[in-house]
């Protein structure tokens, strides 16, 4: 059998897309509830209140819920092998007519793709909650904010323009660099510990992140205080582009672990880990 092929694959993500629906529906549907959170606090407070200040308080929804839609999107590694929790459903997973590569890319595209499709699909439907709300309510509806939501996560709306006037323009582009690349790294620890861990993905993998920011930031700081602002201003460039080169690597490694321990995984696994 061949490493793989764009045929098998096609069929082993139309087999995962089937048995997955009743999993997205219930995703979609906490998702939803975690974005309809802040907008119903938005209804509250403007009932009764000025247009002014029901699109102030809208806009302060809006900018909670792209914090929200981060967090899930990140988060969502940790269900890379959500659809191995049993015995028949590893045996089933595992027996697929397909090469170890072509269900872990599979998998792999539920977490990625799939995951922030259904986000995005969530803050849609509760937006729309939230303007029959007001127009049941009597609340000023202001406008649907799913445009500016888009906007803002593809980078071409005004808010998300990255334009510091102290900063030169190598600068913004390597702290830039550095965010991105921070951002790609903690995605691909959380799906390392999908992969490794086979209950409380979320919580101890969060932990480990908690940890490790206890760890290195203390030694951070303090390199930081030790340097002079001149020094510290003409090591801020290299010092971001190392440090974005070293998330980088990380997690593409984090990435490749995590396919090495899925080709381990076997019927039968340790208690917590899926070795």
């Known amino acids: 059998?061949?490493?793989?092929?764009?045929?098998?694959?096609?069929?082993?993500?139309?087999?995962?897309?089937?048995?997955?629906?009743?999993?997205?529906?219930?995703?979609?549907?906490?998702?939803?509830?975690?974005?309809?959170?802040p907008f119903i606090i938005h209804l509250l407070s403007s009932y009764k209140g000025s247009e002014m200040h029901t699109a102030s308080n809208l806009t302060t929804a809006m900018q909670l819920n792209i914090f929200i839609y981060i967090i899930i999107t990140v988060i969502g590694g940790c269900w890379l092998f959500s659809n191995m929790k049993t015995?028949?459903?590893?045996?089933?997973?595992?027996?697929?007519?397909?090469?170890?590569?072509?269900?872990?890319?599979?998998?792999?595209?539920?977490?990625?793709?799939?995951?922030?499709?259904?986000?995005?699909?969530?803050?849609?439907?509760?937006?729309?909650?939230?303007?029959?709300?007001?127009?049941v309510a009597g609340i000023p509806v202001v406008k649907c904010v799913i445009p500016e939501f888009a906007s803002i996560l593809i980078?071409?709306?005004?808010?998300?323009?990255?334009?510091?006037?102290?900063?030169?323009?190598?600068?913004?582009?390597?702290?830039?660099?550095?965010?991105?690349?921070?951002v790609f790294w903690m995605y691909s620890f959380y799906i390392l510990g999908g992969a490794l861990l086979r209950r409380r993905q979320f919580v101890?993998?969060?932990?480990?992140?908690?940890?490790i920011g206890m760890v290195f930031t203390p030694i951070l700081v303090n390199y930081v205080d030790g340097v002079d602002p001149d020094t510290a201003r003409q090591l801020a460039v290299p010092l971001a582009?190392?440090?974005?080169?070293?998330?980088?690597?990380?997690?593409?490694?984090?990435?490749?672990?995590?396919?090495?321990?899925?080709?381990?995984?076997?019927?039968?696994?340790?208690?917590?880990?899926n070795l």
């Not at 101890?204 to 940890?211: E, G, R, V």
């Open 87 to 135: 015995k028949e459903q590893r045996i089933t997973f595992k027996m697929l007519p397909a090469t170890d590569l072509e269900k872990f890319v599979a998998r792999a595209l539920y977490v990625t793709v799939v995951w922030w499709v259904m986000a995005f699909v969530a803050f849609c439907l509760a937006d729309v909650f939230r303007m029959l709300v007001s127009l």
């Open 155 to 182: 980078g071409t709306s005004e808010h998300t323009s990255f334009t510091v006037n102290s900063m030169r323009a190598d600068e913004t582009y390597a702290v830039l660099a550095l965010a991105y690349a921070w």
């Open 241 to 273: 582009w190392t440090g974005a080169a070293f998330f980088t690597a990380w997690g593409i490694a984090d990435w490749i672990l995590s396919y090495k321990i899925f080709r381990r995984m076997q019927v039968i696994n340790n208690k917590w880990l």
């Open 1 to 37: 059998m061949s490493k793989f092929n764009i045929n098998r694959f096609g069929k082993t993500l139309l087999w995962s897309a089937k048995m997955t629906q009743k999993e997205i529906l219930t995703n979609v549907a906490a998702m939803f509830f975690a974005f309809a959170v």
């Open 204 to 211: 101890l993998t969060t932990l480990a992140h908690f940890a």
